[in-house]
């Protein structure tokens, strides 16, 4: 029997995209994340399964019409998912506060779901990121 953590979801204001997602990658650098994209013309697919977030990078200046998402797929090759003119970033989090997903809808509509496997408070975990 699976056990459920509750969760809320908050929108990230698109000024704060960059320093959310920098804040984010150093938060949850090593941990292993799931990449989806839910479109409902190709229905849903798994882009990255269990791989280790290397981070997530925002155009900085201006209005952000990038955001890219980077894992390892082994300690010395990294890929990442690119989302093209997002609109909208969430970030669903445990009632403790620990971050749990990340949704990030595009301009054409396709939303990227990013989810941590297990949600928890970054400062009650203890070197379980790969060594660099």
């Known amino acids: 029997m699976a056990i459920r953590t509750a969760t809320t979801t908050r929108e990230i204001e698109r000024k704060e995209w960059p320093d959310f997602f920098d804040a984010f990658s150093r938060r949850h650098e090593g941990w292993l994340v799931t990449i989806e994209l839910l479109d409902k013309d190709l229905g849903d697919q798994i882009e990255v399964e269990n791989k280790a977030l290397k981070g997530i990078v925002v ?17 010395d090759e990294d890929s990442s998912h690119i989302i ?41 975990v203890d070197g379980v990121g790969p060594s660099r």
């Open 59 to 75: 155009e900085r200046k201006g209005d952000p019409r990038i955001i890219d998402i980077f894992v390892w797929n082994t300690p």
């Open 84 to 124: 093209d003119k997002p609109t909208r970033v969430w970030v669903e989090e445990t009632d403790e506060g620990a971050d749990a997903a990340i949704e990030i809808e595009s301009e054409d509509h396709a939303t990227t779901l990013l989810k941590l496997r297990t949600p928890a408070l970054p400062e009650t």
